[in-house]
C-alpha cells in the first residue's frame, strides 16, 4: 500500500528552532561528557597519589614507633641511672664521718690520757668515752681539754673508779653536728 501524506512536507521537514537547539545540546553534552572524563582522570590521579601518600605516611609511622621504642628503652636505662645516682648521692649526703671525731679528739686530749673505748652515736651526737689516767690531775686536764673544744657542747664526768694502771674514767661528750659530716 502506498503511503498517504494528508501533511506533505511539512511533518518531514524539522523546524530550524529544533535544527539549532539539538546542535547546541549536542554540544553541551559534548562539553559535559569531557568534563566528567577529565574529573574521572584527575580523580584516579589523586586517587593514586594519596595511596602513595597514605603508604608514605605508614612507612614513616612504623619508623618513628621502632624510634620511640628504642627511646624509651634508652629512657628506661637512663632513668635506672638516675635513681642509682640518686641513692649513691643520699648515701653520701648521710654518711657519717667518725674520722673527724677521732682528729677532734686527739687534737684536745691529754697527752697522758689513754682510750680503752669509744661509743659514738651520730644521732644524739653523744660520744661515750672510757679511758684511763694516772691520777686525778690527769683527769681534771682531760676534762679541762675536753671543754674548751668548740666541737663538743658538754662534757659530763658519768664515773671514776681505781684500777691497776691508774685511775680509770667514763665521760659522756656531746658532739656539735658538723663534726660528724666531712668538710
Do not use: C, W
Not at 10 to 20: G, L, S
Not at 52 to 75: F, K, V, W
Request: aromatic residues 8%.
Amino acid at each position: 500500500m502506498p503511503e498517504i501524506n494528508l501533511l506533505g512536507n511539512q511533518i518531514t521537514e524539522e523546524p530550524q528552532v529544533f535544527r539549532a537547539s539539538g546542535k547546541a545540546s549536542v554540544v553541551v553534552l559534548s562539553i559535559i561528557l569531557i568534563v566528567l572524563i577529565v574529573a574521572a582522570i584527575a580523580f584516579f590521579i589523586l586517587g593514586g597519589t594519596t595511596d602513595q601518600q597514605i603508604q608514605s605516611l605508614t612507612t614513616q609511622n612504623t619508623q618513628i614507633q621502632s624510634q620511640l621504642d628504642q627511646q624509651n628503652s634508652n629512657l628506661s636505662a637512663a632513668q635506672k641511672f638516675q635513681a642509682q645516682l640518686a641513692n649513691i648521692k643520699l648515701l653520701l649526703n648521710n654518711h657519717i664521718y667518725i674520722s673527724q671525731v677521732l682528729d677532734e679528739l686527739d687534737k684536745v686530749a691529754y697527752v697522758k690520757s689513754r682510750f680503752a673505748s669509744l661509743d659514738v652515736d651520730d644521732k644524739t651526737g653523744v660520744i661515750h668515752v672510757q679511758g684511763n689516767v694516772s691520777s686525778y690531775s690527769d683527769l681534771s686536764k682531760f676534762l679541762l681539754g675536753m671543754s674548751t673544744s668548740t666541737n663538743f657542747q658538754s662534757v659530763r664526768l658519768l664515773s671514776t673508779f681505781a684500777s691497776p694502771t691508774g685511775l680509770a674514767f667514763t665521760v659522756d661528750l656531746k658532739a656539735a653536728p658538723q663534726l660528724f659530716t666531712k668538710k
